[in-house]
Nanobody
């Protein structure tokens, strides 16, 4: 069974850090594009970051650029999202997603596989 499992969410004060992990089960991340998305209550889903294990491209939304870092180790699994200097507006459910059909990082694409989400809450 193909699964994506996120972990690492939690409650943190503004200015703090969290590291989210996205682990693949039932398939390997080689040649996949992995994206991180978030959705806050009452807001549309936002593409936060993505990394392509195919062409190495990386993307960050302007709202997180300079604060968040997406990475993976040589095994390409799991994919991490290091979140520093967190702000209350970063509060959301964070989802990872994966797709094999695209080679270049793109958060505007409808990814095939999705995790269940992990809650990130940043208090002021």
């Amino acid at each position: 069974e193909v699964q994506l499992v996120e972990s690492g969410g939690g409650l943190v004060q503004a200015g703090g850090s969290l590291r989210l992990s996205c682990a693949a089960s039932g398939f390997v991340f080689d040649d996949y594009v992995i994206g991180w998305f978030r959705q806050a209550p009452g807001k549309e889903r936002e593409g936060v970051s993505c990394i392509s294990n195919s062409d190495g491209s990386i993307y960050y939304a302007d709202s997180v650029k300079g604060r968040f870092t997406i990475s993976s180790d040589n095994a390409k699994n799991p994919v991490y999202l290091q979140m520093n200097s967190l702000k209350p507006e970063d509060t959301a459910v964070y989802y990872c997603a994966a797709d094999y059909s695209i080679a270049t990082c793109n958060v505007g694409y409808e990814y095939e596989y999705w995790g269940q989400g992990t809650q990130v809450t940043v208090s002021s």
